[in-house]
């Protein structure tokens, strides 16, 4: 089908699949945001792993979780991408996995984890956020979203 035309090549090699050989990366600098592996930036005084992704499902849900892992994938007419590996935390019961306080402050339970089969997200989906300890309960981590590095909210 490929060689007759009808179909287009990004298309046709995307559907082929990717390379067998995945390069791994511990940090990548996306939509304004530099991410870090957790494992990076365990000894570091700087927080870059935590991820947020807005759901799909039409209900405005965020997703919170860390970043494990970063893979490049890369396909034979030299196109590519990025997949993060997260550690999702559980969004799904509120008040038992996540709460929201007061004043609108998100925070999410760092012992539930969302049960999900499906940890990869791409580059293009990741927002980046902070997690700071709650005071009062060690288990839970409020979440902090940030603005892209660079960008500048002005008035028009």
């Not at 700087?46 to 799909?56: A, E």
């Not at 799904?92 to 925070?107: A, F, M, N, P």
Request: hydrophobic share 30%; charged share 25%; with cysteine.
């Amino acid at each position: 089908m490929y060689e007759e035309g009808s179909v287009h090549e990004d298309l046709y090699y995307l559907v082929c699949g990717p390379l067998r050989t995945v390069r791994c990366y511990s940090g990548y600098i996306v939509n304004g945001f530099r991410f870090h592996t957790l494992d990076r930036q365990e000894n570091r005084k700087t927080q870059n792993s935590g991820v947020m992704v807005r759901g799909d499902d039409h209900s405005d849900k965020e997703y919170y979780g860390v970043l494990r892992d970063i893979y490049e994938l890369q396909y034979p007419n030299g196109n590519h991408l990025f997949a993060f590996k997260c550690d999702w935390y559980d969004v799904q019961h509120q008040g038992k996995g996540y709460r929201v306080d007061e004043y609108g402050l998100i925070s999410v339970c760092t012992d539930l984890a969302l049960a999900t089969h499906e940890p990869f997200v791409l580059e293009s989906q990741v927002e980046q956020v902070f997690y700071v300890p709650d005071p009062r309960n060690k288990k839970w981590l409020y979440v902090i979203k940030t603005e892209p590095r660079d960008l500048y909210n002005m008035p028009e």
